[in-house]
């Protein structure tokens, strides 16, 4: 079975500084990667995604992400945050070929809290 | 399109109610999935089903009960309501079960059962 670890639960970080969320995972087989994100009292939103190819991945509001086979990593990455990245940020797995019971199952990690102070 | 909608957006039950909680999507979604949301634990399935019909247990299930009837809607049933299912539940959809699919969610009911 899969599984997602999320290595700090909440992040503190002022305007404008670079931040790093980390995700490393677990699986015996090859899974696709992705990362969602929360803002206060709504639903998750892709950010995205790494399914194959390039190992660095470019999503929205100017988040990255790079695929590390070798250390089962998928840390997200941005050179400069701003307030209105305050958010809960979340690393989920799906099986790249699934079946059975785990048919399309995304397993997410634990959550980080990214709070950005003015 | 408005994509996942859930009904109610909040809920307050004694233990020991019944209740349903709903859910449609109207991009002719085939997976659909019921995800709960506790603090520090992220999102655990709890049901999905890979179209109309066809429904299976996700990691969670006990306590709860889904149909598909359709492929728009997929609500979830609490039986019996217990304190240990209060929670944040989130409804997702995705185009097919291939896992490349993007899954779309719903904005969340909040469920409190005292």
């Known amino acids: 079975a899969q599984s997602v670890t999320q290595l700090d639960s909440q992040v503190p970080v002022f305007e404008e500084a670079p931040v790093e969320l980390r995700c490393n995972y677990s699986?015996?087989?090859?899974?696709?990667l992705f990362w969602y994100v929360q803002y206060p009292n709504q639903g998750l939103q892709l950010l995205l995604k790494?399914?194959?190819?390039?190992?660095l991945v470019k999503g929205i509001n100017g988040f990255e992400a790079e695929f590390n086979k070798s250390q089962t990593s998928f840390h997200l990455r941005k050179p400069s945050v701003h307030i209105s990245d305050t958010a809960e940020y979340f690393c989920a797995v799906r099986l790249a070929n699934a079946g059975g019971t785990s048919y399309g199952k995304l397993t997410f990690g634990q959550g980080t809290i990214l709070t950005v102070h003015p | 399109n408005a994509g996942v909608t859930q009904t109610p957006k909040f809920q307050v039950l004694k233990t020991g109610q019944s209740m349903t909680l709903q859910c449609a999507q109207d991009?002719?979604?085939?997976?659909m999935s019921w995800y709960r949301q506790d603090p520090g634990m992220g999102l655990r399935l709890i049901h999905y089903?890979?179209?109309?019909?066809?429904?299976d247990q996700g990691e969670v299930p006990n306590g709860y009960n889904v149909s598909r009837s359709t492929t728009e809607d997929f609500p979830l049933r609490l039986l019996s309501a217990a304190p240990s299912q209060t929670s944040v539940y989130f409804c997702?959809?995705?185009?097919?079960?291939?896992?490349?699919?993007?899954?779309?969610f719903g904005p969340g009911t909040r469920l409190t059962v005292l």
């Open positions: 991009m002719n979604h085939e997976y």
């Open positions: 089903s890979v179209g109309a019909g066809i429904t």
């Open positions: 790494y399914l194959s190819g390039s190992t």
């Open positions: 699986s015996s087989v090859s899974v696709y």
């Open positions: 997702a959809s995705s185009y097919s079960r291939d896992s490349y699919n993007e899954q779309f």
